[in-house]
């Protein structure tokens, strides 16, 4: 019985050293807080994306042609049904609601007026999933005109 419990002590120690010469796996690098191409969107989700862009600094120069919404970050061939655009213009905000993802003719001429400074922001946009169906909530994101 002792000699047992000499190699089970034996094999304890032996286990405890080889373990402790093992290399401890390195963490990965925690995953940036959006998309490359989304700048500071958030992981996960549906993103709703004007001029090629999430949010953030936009040029007129960039806003020029783009006359629609899309929705990147959730399946091929879902579309933007539904959005409300916040213009804010100096201390004047607009709202309009669409209910398609083209950008109506009163919204773009609004969208050209803006100066540096003036904000727009797509809220409560919807999409439907490519089986013309299901619906999901789309995240839009503040612009700001530089």
């Known amino acids: 019985m002792k000699n047992k419990v000499s190699q089970f002590f034996n094999l304890t120690v032996l286990l405890f050293l080889a373990c402790s010469f093992v290399n401890k796996p390195i963490p990965a690098e925690a995953p940036a807080s959006g998309w490359t191409a989304a700048g500071n969107a958030a992981v996960g989700g549906a993103y709703l994306f004007f001029a090629g862009k999430y949010g953030g600094d936009i040029t007129k120069q960039e806003m020029t042609g783009h006359t629609e919404v899309n929705v990147e970050g959730c399946a091929k061939g879902s579309r933007i049904f539904n959005f409300t655009l916040t213009i804010t213009k100096g ?56």
């Open 91 to 146: 201390k004047n905000t607009s709202t309009y609601t669409n209910a398609s993802n083209v950008l109506s003719t009163e919204m773009r001429d609004k969208l050209n007026s803006l100066s540096k400074g003036d904000a727009f922001e797509f809220r409560h946009v919807k999409a439907y999933m490519p089986n013309g169906k299901d619906v999901v909530d789309v995240r839009g994101s503040k612009f700001v005109v530089v």
